[in-house]
């Protein structure tokens, strides 16, 4: 279950990076441009929006990282992960894959009991 929680917060963590990259950059771009009608609009909370771009992935992944030898810690790390990204951008067809992914690796990482057999 711990390897399970690994690849799942990698590959959460992954497709968490592309989101962040598309929402920071898209809140950089109405903040320095300004808006164009209803077609670009600012988000209520830009920088919520950065924070939540930057630290989701890098929480996801480092929760990865440590879900082999610090399971709770890993579990717990890729549940905010996942909880930050829905807060921020919410559920649809960009974020599903990376909430679901980083909330199931946190879920394993929480349940595993003993270390996987090599």
Not at 42 to 52: E, G, R, T, V
Not at 73 to 84: D, E, F, K, T, V
């Given at each position: 279950?711990?390897?399970?929680?690994?690849?799942?917060?990698?590959?959460?963590g992954?497709?968490?990076?592309?989101?962040?990259?598309f929402?920071?950059?898209?809140?950089?771009?109405?903040?320095?441009?300004?808006?164009v009608?209803?077609?670009?609009t600012?988000?209520?909370?830009?920088?919520?929006?950065?924070?939540?771009s930057?630290?989701?992935?890098?929480?996801?992944?480092?929760?990865?990282?440590?879900?082999?030898?610090?399971?709770k810690?890993?579990?717990?790390?890729?549940?905010?992960?996942?909880?930050?990204i829905?807060?921020?951008?919410?559920f649809n067809?960009?974020?599903?894959?990376?909430?679901?992914?980083?909330?199931?690796?946190?879920?394993?990482?929480?349940?595993a009991?003993q270390?996987d057999?090599?």
């Open positions: 279950m711990r390897n399970a929680a690994l690849v799942l917060g990698i590959i959460g992954i497709w968490a990076m592309f989101v962040g990259f929402g920071f950059g898209y809140a950089e771009f109405v903040e320095n441009n300004g808006e009608g209803d077609l670009l600012q988000f209520d909370h830009p920088l919520a929006i950065k924070i939540s930057f630290l989701a992935p890098v929480l996801a992944i480092a929760g990865a990282a440590m879900a082999r030898s610090v399971n810690a890993a579990g717990i790390l890729m549940l905010a992960a996942s909880a930050a829905l807060l921020a951008f919410g067809v960009f974020t599903m894959f990376p909430i679901a992914m980083c909330g199931l690796g946190g879920i394993l990482a929480l349940a009991k270390p057999p090599h």
